[in-house]
């Protein structure tokens, strides 16, 4: 089965670091390019960086400088280093697979999410 | 980047169709066919059910149907079910080579 399941979440004071891990399982690993999406409460998704095949990083403008995202093939591991949190960044966040470019763009795998909140 | 516009909600009856819209800038929507379209129950993660504009992936409905034109995208839902009741998200890539997502739009089944 495909399958998704992040994990590192919970509480961390403003200023705090927290870093994320999504185990991946049932498909080949190291061919997709990964992705991390946040869910603030009742409210919209928000995507935050991703890491592609060859290992090239990508992030929004709301985390870039703070956050760091980094993939280890060889355990199917994907990884999110957050550092300087703020309360923006309390949020669900999501481990999700980009299909392969041209064939599938799109987020079509999603893990069930882990939550993070920053609060003092 | 900012986010995609879409109807804070919409609603139908069983059976009706009803048409949900996402419209960005020539920077995302318009300038790529990467738009893609989620299903978010409550307390669960998003569902792919719509990518690259208009393909659906396997094992999702034919009542969902997606296009788009100029800067606007839109999803349609056909033969509206109790089931079909959710949160939507639009999603689209970007010329800054990262992703954008719309605000949502809730959908109620009357």
């Known amino acids: 089965e495909v399958q998704l399941v992040e994990s590192g979440g919970g509480l961390v004071q403003p200023g705090g670091s927290l870093r994320l891990s999504c185990a991946a399982s049932?498909?080949?690993?190291?061919?997709?390019?990964m992705h991390w999406v946040r869910q603030t409460t009742g409210k919209g998704l928000e995507w935050v960086s991703a890491?592609?095949?060859?290992?090239?990083?990508y992030y929004s403008g709301s985390v870039k400088g703070r956050f760091t995202v980094s993939r280890e093939n060889p355990k199917n591991f994907l990884y999110l280093q957050m550092n300087s949190l703020r309360a923006g960044d309390t949020a669900v966040y999501y481990c999700?697979?980009?299909?392969?470019?041209?064939?599938?763009?799109?987020?079509?795998?999603w893990g069930p999410g882990t939550k993070v909140t920053v609060s003092s | 980047q900012s986010a995609l516009t879409q109807p804070a909600s919409v609603s139908g009856s069983p059976g009706q169709s009803i048409t949900i819209s996402c419209t960005g800038t020539?920077?995302?929507?318009?300038?790529?066919?990467?738009v893609s379209w989620y299903q978010q129950h409550p307390g669960k993660a998003p569902k792919l059910m719509i990518y690259d504009v208009s393909n659906r992936p396997s094992g999702v409905s034919d009542r969902f149907s997606g296009s788009k034109s100029g800067n606007t995208a839109s999803l349609t839902i056909s033969g509206l079910q109790a089931e079909d009741e959710a949160d939507y998200y639009c999603c689209s890539y970007t010329n800054t080579a990262s992703w954008v997502f719309g605000g949502g739009t809730q959908l109620t089944v009357l």
């Open positions: 999700t697979r980009k299909g392969y470019s041209g064939r599938l763009d799109a987020f079509d795998i």
């Open positions: 049932g498909f080949t690993f190291s061919t997709y390019d």
């Open positions: 020539s920077s995302d929507v318009g300038g790529y066919n990467f």
């Open positions: 890491i592609g095949i060859a290992g090239d990083t």
